[in-house]
């Protein structure tokens, strides 16, 4: 296929009305395969010889919206030292704007066997996975315009895509639970009777069906596991998943603009659906992993829990907060929603070890000329120590463009309010605790790590559709389903690195440290 040498900005794949420019960043590699698939599954490799600043790029001029692709990324396959790359892996484009299919499970998604974490698994993962889609960028937006409601004036009405609509009896069925549904009138009715001026919608990035549900026969409802950070989530679409969802999403927005009622996004930006050690590899742990991850310094096979999932984006990397500005950034001036929520934001401000809330994301925020101008929300807490902050988010923005604390700390045009603080769900007293591995693919015997993030966990199956009606198992400070991976365990308590060994694995102590857990 043909290729040209096309440029390194901006990353992901940008259709310019001609052909298509593809761009990976990736410091790790040592040579980067860009593969497309055809609607029965046969792949094209075309190899990315050009590189700038570590990005790896090529521009097709065949390559149209709709197209199917992902990476193969060559170079070091060194765990204890925090490479992760392995070829024999289709990864997701990290930009990818749309996504196809999902993925199914199979063992050829790890890099391990199952039950033998220290071996090699270099099963060729292509047929299994979740596939980026290049799309169509233009859309009739048809003048719209952010509505821009005062703060004093705001409303938020917080609402999932399929809970607020699929039983709704006015909404064709076959839209029911979509995009398409959102912004259908008998919707857009309902939410001016209340006199909602914003609709905040749960995790509709794209995100991952953990396959401890799915083994259930569950669906992951609540949707913070993301994957895909660009992506609208493919399952809320009515019309398609080869970009289809784009402009659905697109008119759901223009609806609800045009009826004054402003969107905001939760996001999920503190970790990814990847895991922990034990976790897949689909995306970001194939592409580079010690840039786009917090690792444990002093054993880089293992990952910083701050969130309680098994991995925490690392904020610390200009890759990394790179692609959580160009994300925040697309949705606003692409996508056209007026703000976020930040799902445990203090994750965002653990620029070294301590919650910072002058780090490097909220500076980046603060300067942003675009980012800036929209609402936005802080859930105002972590798993770690000293992540609760309620109330503690610095000021933001120029004069009334952030929401603020309390309602009576709006300052409108005075001076620049707070962030807004979602508040915590109730929870019981922290404590430190060290637990054993369980599951299916138990680590090494080695003692395990002193760091939370050493213990495997996973997406929030906490969220699950409903509860599980088998038996759990309780082992330390976790519970788990029998035969649950163990890098889908889940956390009850939060752990951090302070904590002294335990003489039993599996026993559980509070804390030495006086700052932890606080």
């Known amino acids: 296929m043909e290729a040209w040498p096309g440029t390194a900005y901006p990353l992901g794949a940008t259709f310019d009305g001609s052909g298509t420019n593809f761009a990976l960043f990736s410091e790790a590699a040592t040579k980067v395969e860009l593969c497309l698939f055809d609607e029965d599954g046969t792949e094209t490799r075309v190899e990315l010889i050009d590189i700038d600043g570590y990005v790896w790029h090529a521009y097709l001029p065949q ?5 199917r692709y992902g990476y193969r990324v060559h170079g070091d396959y060194d765990p204890k030292n925090g490479s992760r790359c392995n070829p024999n892996k289709v990864l997701l484009d990290p930009y990818a704007k749309a996504t196809a299919g999902e993925y199914d499970w199979d063992q050829s ?79 857009i009715e309902h939410l001016q009777k209340l006199g909602v001026t914003a609709i905040e919608l749960m995790p509709v990035h794209q995100f991952v069906q953990d396959s401890t549900l799915l083994e259930k026969g569950l669906r992951n409802y609540w949707g913070y596991n993301t994957i895909g950070f660009f992506a609208p989530h493919n399952e809320y679409s009515s019309s398609g998943d080869l ?39 689909l995306s970001f742990k194939g592409i580079d992993n010690a840039a786009y991850y917090r690792l444990v310094e002093d054993d880089q096979q293992y990952y910083m829990d701050y969130t309680g999932t098994g991995n925490s984006l690392n904020v610390r990397h200009p890759h990394s907060l790179q692609l959580i500005m160009d994300s925040l950034r697309y949705w606003v001036t692409e996508m056209r929603v007026d703000g976020f929520r930040f799902d445990l934001a203090s994750a965002l401000a653990r620029e070294f070890y301590d919650v910072d809330r002058l780090s490097t994301f909220f500076e980046l925020v603060q300067q942003d000329p675009v980012v800036s101008q929209v609402k936005l929300i802080a859930e105002p807490w972590d798993v770690g120590p000293g992540g609760y902050q309620v109330g503690n988010f610095l000021r933001s923005g120029p004069s009334g463009t952030a929401s603020s604390a309390t309602p009576s700390a709006t300052s409108g045009a005075e001076s620049p309010p707070r962030w807004a603080s979602s508040p915590p769900a109730s929870r019981a007293p922290p404590t430190c605790t060290r637990t054993a591995d369980v599951g299916r693919s138990p680590p090494s015997t080695s003692s395990p790590p002193t760091t939370a993030s050493r213990s495997p966990t996973s997406s929030r199956t906490t969220r699950s559709t409903t509860r599980p009606t088998a038996r759990t198992t309780t082992t330390g400070s976790r519970t788990t389903a029998p035969g649950t991976p163990a890098w889908r365990a889940r956390p009850t308590t939060p752990r951090c690195s302070p904590c002294a060994p335990s003489s039993s694995a599996t026993s559980s102590r509070r804390c030495s440290s006086r700052r932890a857990c606080r």
């Open 63 to 67: 390559v149209q919206p709709g197209q």
């Open 109 to 187: 998604l790890f890099s391990y066997n199952f039950g033998d974490p220290d071996s090699v698994n270099n099963d060729d993962s292509a047929g299994h996975v979740m596939l980026s889609v290049v799309v169509n960028p233009f859309f009739d937006w048809a003048g719209d315009r952010h509505p821009k409601t005062p703060y004093s004036e705001t409303i938020i009405y917080e609402a999932h895509v399929k809970g607020l609509t699929n039983l709704h009896p006015d909404i064709p069925e076959e839209q029911r639970g979509k995009y398409a549904a959102l912004g259908h009138p008998a919707v």
């Open 243 to 281: 970009g289809q969802q784009v402009p659905e999403f697109k008119s759901m927005i223009r609806a609800m603009h045009a009826a004054g009622i402003e969107v905001i996004l939760d996001v999920v930006y503190n970790h990814t659906a990847e895991g922990n050690h034990l976790g897949p590899t």
